[in-house]
């Protein structure tokens, strides 16, 4: 099974279907790639390979795996899986669309960090061009949500602070991809507002904290402070075959 990724993307949405993979208890193994969204069937990671099969994105990862007959939510009812949905929906579309918004609309974050990742796996002019060109494709998607011409603090704003559910489902794979990553993104301190609002709220960093330790075996620090993974200075220094090794995939056999 394959499983691809961005890193140089703030919005690692590969945790997403990591955690509802490890969630389901299936095997897994992790590749390389930095074209991964040019190996995505619709042009958007994660992607997962099982067999002749390619799935995109979370929603068909999660129809698949349920169509080989394991689920998370089946033992909720019909009424109680369509409000799961339309909450994942919600979830999924404001915080996705607040970290696509961080990401490569504020010009701090986007010079910064964004910039020279995205374009340093690739050569002169690649480096350059490319990233100019994901960051239109992303300012017309975020134009037609009504997000594109906002400020960081309205968007702030924007953003619901969701609340685990009771049992493990998928929404929890959903919940924690986007808050593990809010966390963890090494964003500069005055634009890292929205992972200091999550931080204020102890029930969102005790269930990231109860994720990492249950489905991954580790213990994930999250400070109240900005604490990033790598300084800046030191990130953006790094060797295109050092940003590569961060643009995964995933492969093996799930069934």
């Not at 109680?80 to 909450?87: E, G, H, N, P, S």
Request: aromatic share 10%; net charge positive.
């Amino acid at each position: 099974m394959k499983l691809s990724k961005f890193f140089c993307q703030i919005m690692q949405i590969a945790w997403l279907s990591k955690s509802y993979l490890k969630m389901c208890d299936l095997n897994f193994e992790v590749e390389q790639r930095y074209n991964a969204e040019n190996m995505s069937p619709s042009g958007r990671v994660p992607f997962i390979k099982c067999g002749a099969f390619l799935i995109s994105e979370l929603d068909p990862i999660i129809s698949f795996v349920n169509n080989k007959g394991i689920s998370l939510v089946d033992k909720l009812d019909s009424s109680d899986k369509a409000d799961m949905r339309a909450y994942m929906s919600l979830v999924n579309t404001v915080l996705g669309s607040a970290e696509m918004y961080i990401c490569w609309c504020d010009k701090t974050c986007y010079n910064e960090v964004t910039k020279p990742r995205y374009g340093s796996v690739y050569p002169w002019p690649l480096n350059r061009y490319l990233p100019y060109q994901k960051k239109q494709q992303v300012v017309k998607k975020l134009a037609v949500l009504g997000w594109s011409q906002k400020s960081l603090d309205e968007v702030i704003t924007i953003v619901p602070l969701p609340s685990p559910v009771p049992r493990p489902s998928d929404i929890d794979a959903l919940l924690y991809g986007h808050l593990y990553t809010i966390l963890t993104s090494p964003i500069p301190q005055i634009n890292d507002k929205l992972a200091n609002i999550i931080r204020g709220h102890e029930p969102l960093i005790k269930f990231v904290k109860h994720m990492d330790r249950k489905f991954f075996g580790r213990t994930t620090e999250v400070s109240k402070e900005y604490v990033p993974l790598v300084t800046e200075e030191a990130d953006l220094n790094r060797t295109p075959l050092d940003h590569a090794t961060d643009q995964q995939s995933t492969r093996g056999a799930l069934f």
